[in-house]
């Protein structure tokens, strides 16, 4: 065979070598970087990395090491945990609940470290304000050991022990929205929650350990559903629930109740447009065959009420007029076209009905609004008329019209209801000089303000519906000791907080706001207005935040508190809004 | 075995006749070569496209994935302290997507420097999926380095699950799980599989392509190149005609093309050969009809001439010397006319085809003898001895024993004329198929060239020698004429200064096959013969 014969095999052959490389994919290669983008964090906070343990550090070293490493933005217990010893590091549970702490003395000891804080409150797991701890200055004991030749904590409590500011910059209030027990109006809880990116993952986990007042509210989550790590937003504002359990297999009206709540739940956080709950990796279909819903689905179920009349109702020369845009009209029922002697109203939320109480304080008559000879209570009828002193009564969606008789016994808590007039038993505030009460639009809070001396208090008490209707205890939201309170009126400002107005001496009052958790008003500190010259000032507002708020003077003049409302008409005797 | 040898030899043959073959053969494996190498080209580029394309893809589903893991990592609240759980809800969902979407998922870690790899277990992986589909350099980038890489693997499953191995792309990335604080690795396997089918299909279809394509310019050179060598088959088969003496023989002309062009400059170069070849030979006849006549002619005279020459020449004692002498020249000049004349007239009959062999079994030994008896006289005037070396046996051929010894004793003679007093050695030799003589003079030798001249008519090499043997210049002539006649050969050697060897070949039997000479043409001695002249 001629060199050139091998020449050409050899040129072949490695042709088809290279042609036959050349028809198969790589299965090896270098390892190629990608270069990553800018690290981008959606979060807004600052953040703060606390130091882990340092070699050689006392053992107040390590405990004040530890507190500091508990501050870390975003909220992470990652470095905490390695000031702790093994076997304390293993079963520490900081989710349990939240001290805050307004101040705390420098730690003491060796072999067993103590803190002092001052000013200590308590959430629980859910974050719920459960108000100061009694007392509320708390000494914890950390006893100390070595480990590997460093100080490391052998026990703490199952709880992130914080500081007040920090709490106040990571952490931020919100409603968990649960369902009246009809299914009728969602309830709200307060509850606070880390703020940022972890916002969303805890409001979902918060509503999926169900219920926190079983007898006055319900969740339609399922029982034994569980959120798969973590909620996600999309940056077009989506929020993907994803959930584990027996969810893809709930009834269509189930599913649409818990998209209510959901909805109602993360609209919270601003960065969230719409919703999209996973099944087991799935999209969960809605009744409608939507796969993702707005944070407006639900609207019906407003705690403030969905279908509650915007307007403002008054009494002028005892007869019951309608306010438009500044303009009276009395109404077409027989309050507005008779005189009934009437002293105070109060109409239900969709303004079909007007409760008025009579002028002594002592009766109350219930009317429609509309002028029709036949219908509901087209005859005025009295539902009330043995009582004493009678406050502003007030109305829920379930049509409850709530009454408080200030008798000299004490108050008495009245509720008519379907041409049933029964007494309501509210521990805390039956029996309690009540100067003014408020029910919530849900039904399932009763506010009232307790003259008391040094200092009046402000106590919510839980409206139960199993059984016979009844109060939980009053719990103090605003007030008690060591405060000078004279509280005149009570208003609504959401569903979930009030305004109070507050009388100062030398003819000086204030209103002020405060949660029904009974959480400090810090968290908004915008809502305190000073009046000048008037000490028996009323509050006009409605839990809906877009009505216009007015402070009526006890002149009858109509102070607007918001730029660009309507202009009232002086000389009402009262003003109200629905409810 | 013999069939294919056949085969294989008619195939080479039509190989090395047929230039179609060779034109179309070349076309076609010319055609492969290019095809292959766009097809290459091709190829490869469709590869690269393929691999751009799926790993850009692959980064993006990955770096999303990925990022959509940090999110939801992200939005784990940091109180919770579970890193196992967080481990497998982070990477379920992923697992799931990718038994979806077609890749496989593996969570490894803690990382770190001293991290033990994949096999030390401790991971989650995609089910059915090998771990050993994570090349160790990917790991061994991720124990020093974080940023995300990417490279090509071989992604291979657990057995039983039937699944063949196949390429892949696995990509890297890092995440910190906020239960632990600690980094780990998630590697995305994507298959290569479909972008292996569409460049497979693009080969298939390439090769398919190209098969047709080098059909098809076989077929197309084959009907192109039948067009061109048919003319030129025709023009060959008329040449050979015309060689073998079918002067008629024309092409047939149709058309105006070059081929056609080519066909008339054929013709007209063949009609101008016929009629220079028919001039040619009949000016051959007419002179060799010349020469015979003139010959004949001559004959009648001269015999009267050399009564009368015999006379005077019997009659010379008588005579005054001058007229002596004179009727002595008459004699001698007279036998060299009867020898030229019968020299010509043998010379005609060979021209005439007249020539006969009278063969017999003849003993070339006993011819060298007898020729060096009879030109002895002659040898020894100039002081030559010539002698012979032969075989101890005879050396027998079947011959025309006049004719060879003519042809011997004309070598022998000319060998005298130009030997310069050295000796003449007469070499006889026989073999199976043949029998030889050589006659090796040491004399003035031939120039270059010349060897193949001293057989042509009345040729010398020096004009102005005499020929002192009575020589008529037509020896060689007529010993190469009977050698032809016998169907042997006869040829010439020398060189000058070194001599000269005629060596005279015969088959044993006339008309015999004759491949080879029992005596070599070039003497054994010529290279001594040099070195003793240049060494003097």
Known sequence: MSRRTVSWLAGGLLVAAALSGCVSMPQSGEVQDVPGPPN???????????????????????????????????????????????????????????????????PQGFGTVNVTLFGVNRLDARGQWLGPADPDDLTLRFPMEPEDGQWRITSVPDALIVDEAWFETSYQPANLYFFNPNARVLVPEPVFLPRGDQLPTSLVRGLLQGPIH???????????????????????GVAQVPLRGDVGSLPAETIDLMADQLAWTLRQDPQIRSIQLLADGEPLVLPGGATEFGVDYGSAFDPAGRYADEELFGLRQGRVVRVVDGVEQPITGPFG??????????????????????????????????????????????????????????????????????????????????????????????GERVTDFLVSRDGTRLVAALDEAPSDQVVVSRILATGRLHGTVARPIVGGPGGLLRVRDLGWRTPTSIFFVNAIA???????????????????????????????????????????????????GFKALLANSPQLPTGLQVLHYVG | MRTAAGALRRGLTFWRRSIQARVVLSTVVLSAVVFGAVGWFLLQQTRAGLLDDRVKAVVAEAATETGDAEKRLAGVPGTEFDPDRQKSQLVKPIIERGQTRGFSVILS??????????????????????????????????????????????????????????????????????????????????????????????????????????????????????????????????????????????????????????GTSFNQMATNLQRQIRQLEELSRVQRRFVSDVSHELRTPLTTVRMASDVLHDAREKFDPATARSAELLQTELDRFEHLLSDLLEISRFDAGAAVLETDDVNLVDVAHRVVDVTRVLAEQRGIRVVVQSPHGPCLAEADVRR???????????????????????????????????????GVGLAPGESAMVFNRFW??????????????????ISLEDTHLHGGWLQAWGQPGAGAQFRLTLPRRVGGPLRQSPLPLVPSDAGLSRAAESAS
């Open chain 2, 404 to 442: 060879v010894e003519r042809i011997v004793r004309n070598l022998v003679t000319n060998a005298i004329d130009h030997a310069e007093s050295h000796d003449i050695v007469v070499l006889v030799a026989g073999d199976a198929h043949s029998a030889a003589i050589a006659v090796r003079d040491y």
């Open chain 1, 40 to 106: 981008s964090n959606t979060d807004d906070q600052f953040q703060f990395n606390p130091r882990p343990p340092l070699v050689g550090e006392t053992p107040t070293e390590t405990v004040d090491g530890w507190f500091e490493a508990m501050t870390a933005t975003p909220v992470s217990t990652v470095v905490a945990r390695q000031f702790l010893s093994s076997a304390q590091a293993a079963s520490w549970s900081p989710e349990d609940g939240i001290l805050t702490y307004d101040t705390a003395r420098t």
């Open chain 2, 109 to 262: 870690g803690p990382a770190g420097p001293d991290a033990a790899g994949l096999a030390a277990g401790g991971t989650i992986a995609s089910p059915d999926l090998d771990l050993g589909s994570v090349p160790a350099r990917l790991e061994e980038h991720f124990r020093q380095d974080s940023t995300t890489s990417w490279t090509y693997t071989r992604i291979s499953y657990l057995d039983g699950t039937n699944r063949p191995d196949e390429p892949g792309i696995v990509v890297g990335s890092r995440v910190q799980l906020p239960a632990d604080g600690q980094s780990y690795t998630i590697y995305y396997l994507f298959p290569l599989a479909q972008e292996q089918q569409t460049l497979d299909l693009v080969a298939r279809a390439l090769l398919t392509a190209g098969a047709l394509l080098l059909v098809l310019m076989g077929a197309v050179t084959w009907l192109v190149t039948q067009q061109v060598v048919t003319p030129i088959r025709l023009a060959r088969r008329v040449a050979e005609r015309l060689a073998a003496g079918q002067l008629e023989e024309r092409l047939r002309v149709a058309g105006d093309d070059d081929i056609a062009r080519l």
């Open chain 1, 506 to 556: 030398g003819r000086q009052s204030e209103l002020r706001s405060a949660s029904v958790d009974g959480s400090p008003a810090t968290f908004d500190p915008q809502a305190v207005y000073s009046l000048q010259g008037d000490l028996d000032a009323q509050v006009i507002s409605s839990p809906r935040t877009e009505d216009p708020i007015y402070l009526q003077s006890s002149g009858g």
């Open chain 1, 337 to 430: 076209t008779k005189q009934y002697g009437l002293s105070d109203i109060s109409l239900n939320l969709d303004a079909s009905l007007v409760a008025g109480v009579g002028e002594s304080g002592t009766s109350v008559i219930l009317s429609s609004a509309f002028g029709s000879a036949s219908g509901l209570y087209a005859v005025p009828r009295t539902v009330m008329s043995d009582a004493v002193d009678l406050l502003h009564p007030a109305w829920d969606t379930a049509g409850r019209l709530w009454m408080v008789d200030r008798r000299p016994s004490g108050a008495v808590v009245s509720v008519f209801h379907n041409g049933t007039l029964e007494r309501v038993n509210v521990p805390g505030i039956s």
């Open chain 2, 460 to 477: 010398r090499a020096d004009p102005a020698r005499a020929r002192t043997t009575g020589g008529t210049g037509l020896g060689l002539s």
């Open chain 1, 214 to 236: 079983s007898g006055l509210e319900r969740s339609f989550l399922p029982n034994n559903a569980a959120l798969d790590l973590a909620v996600t937003v999309t940056p077009d």
